[in-house]
């Protein structure tokens, strides 16, 4: 149990266009899902907290209108990148909590903006 | 943001070894969580504590949450070459549904 997807796996996009990501809890349900940026032989760094039902929790500096979250089910998140430009350029990384205190990363989205 | 302390930041050691690498806080966390992250691909579970003290093992990992619920240790016995990767610690501060804290990771390189 406890699997969590992504998709794509990865994706080449050009300058000015928008990408979405879909991250999908496969076993269980969610309430919360994660979403994260990483750059190369970085750790992961929080962009927004996903909240069924409601709005996104943005992290500082990340700019809610770039990066649009939507969680519409139990199941299913989505990150928006919009108007994308080479700098958005990265490995995004979701996760969601099964139960109290374990969370389950998906298998992360690399996207390349050209 | 708050981060955490890992180290070390890397290591080189031979199949067979013992490897053993911690991650320290300033803060107090109720959960630490250790995960093991290949190239490409997200990070994969694989220890949860939640109780200050509590010693945990999964197979040749064992990892224990500090008593003073700041700090946690990960020790892998008898390393192999599939051990290769990049390990995290994460800690949560409260309760569940809240973000992970990670460590910048420590890169285990494993020599046959």
């Known amino acids: 149990g406890a699997v969590v997807s992504q998709h794509p796996s990865r994706v080449i996009c050009k300058s000015g266009t928008s990408v979405k990501i879909e991250c999908r809890s496969l076993?269980?349900?969610?309430?919360?899902m994660f979403w994260y940026r990483q750059f190369p032989k970085q750790s992961l760094m929080l962009m927004a907290t996903?909240?069924?039902?409601?709005?996104?929790?943005?992290e500082q500096g990340v700019e809610k209108d770039k990066f649009l979250i939507n969680h519409a089910s139990l199941t299913l998140s989505t990150l928006t990148v919009t108007s994308a430009h080479p700098e958005d350029s990265s490995f995004y990384i979701c996760s969601a909590e099964q139960r109290a205190y374990e969370q389950y990363f998906g298998p992360g989205t690399r996207l390349t903006v050209t | 943001g708050q981060q955490l302390n890992q180290s070390p930041q890397s290591m080189f050691i031979q199949e067979g070894e013992d490897v053993s690498m911690n991650c320290t806080s300033s803060?107090?966390?109720?959960?630490w969580l250790w995960y093991k992250q290949d190239p490409g691909e997200g990070p994969v579970l694989l220890i949860a504590l939640y109780k200050a003290g509590e010693l945990t093992s999964n197979g040749r990992l064992t990892a224990q949450f500090g008593i003073t619920r700041k700090d946690s240790f990960l020790n892998i016995s008898a390393s192999i070459p599939s051990d290769v990767g990049i390990y995290f610690c994460?800690?949560?501060?409260?309760?569940?549904?809240?973000?992970?804290?990670f460590g910048k990771g420590t890169r285990l390189s494993v020599i046959a």
């Open positions: 803060s107090i966390f109720n959960t």
């Open positions: 076993d269980f349900q969610a309430t919360t």
């Open positions: 996903s909240n069924e039902g409601s709005k996104a929790t943005y």
């Open positions: 994460a800690g949560q501060l409260d309760s569940g549904n809240t973000p992970l804290v």
